[in-house]
């Protein structure tokens, strides 16, 4: 089996103090999420960094990668 997609699309981002946080939607639900912070208790953000982000699909146990914007 494979990790699906992450589900949630970027919407920006921001660094302050060199700690980089993410910007995500669904629906009418916005996440701000950090490197280390588990979402929907299935994906773990392993790093976020422009222009990509890291994340481990938990059930699986397998680590991905996206890049921003590489669908546009």
């Known amino acids: 089996?494979?990790?699906?997609?992450?589900?949630?699309p970027y919407i920006?981002?921001?660094?302050e103090d060199g700690?980089?946080?993410?910007?995500?939607t669904r629906g009418e639900r916005v996440l701000a999420?950090?490197?280390?912070?588990?979402v929907d208790a299935a994906f773990r953000i392993e790093r976020i960094?422009?222009?990509?982000m890291?994340?481990?699909y938990l059930?699986?146990?397998?680590?991905l990668s996206v890049v921003f914007g590489a669908s546009k």
């Open 1 to 8: 089996p494979l990790a699906p997609p992450f589900p949630y």
């Open 12 to 15: 920006g981002g921001m660094s």
């Open 19 to 24: 700690v980089r946080t993410g910007y995500f």
């Open 33 to 38: 999420v950090r490197a280390g912070d588990t």
């Open 49 to 52: 960094d422009e222009p990509q």
């Open 54 to 56: 890291t994340w481990t």
């Open 59 to 63: 059930p699986l146990q397998q680590t």
